[in-house]
Nanobody, 121 residues
């Protein structure tokens, strides 16, 4: 069974940075479209960014210029570098994998368990 395990969340002041990681097992990140989603308290889950099998990325407007998605095929790991964090970035962040259409629709085949990012300002 495919497993996605996120790490790297934590508490950070506004303006700070964090890097999230998503270790993937029993699947190959180079094959799938990979994405990061987040869900803030009382809000619906939203897409943050995705990277397809060709390496093309598609960040949400709310994180453009601040967050960068990347993957290391050799380590089979997905990353999300988050800079210039804002209080509104506070959420549980989820890693996901699937076909591009499913990731774009917010219905990827595989999900991680999530990691919490909190503004400590």
């Amino acid at each position: 069974q495919v497993q996605l395990v996120e790490s790297g969340g934590g508490s950070v002041q506004a303006g700070g940075s964090l890097r999230l990681s998503c270790a993937v097992s029993r699947a190959t990140v180079s094959y799938y479209c990979m994405g990061w989603f987040r869900q803030a308290p009382g809000k619906e889950r939203e897409g943050v960014s995705l990277i397809d099998s060709y390496g093309s990325t598609s960040p949400a407007d709310s994180v453009k210029g601040r967050f960068t998605i990347s993957k290391d095929n050799a380590k089979n790991t997905l990353y999300l570098q988050m800079n210039s964090l804002k209080p509104e970035d506070t959420a549980v962040y989820y890693c996901a994998a699937g076909q591009r259409a499913g990731v774009l629709a917010g219905t990827p085949k595989y999900w991680g368990q999530g990691t919490q990012v909190t503004d400590s300002s």
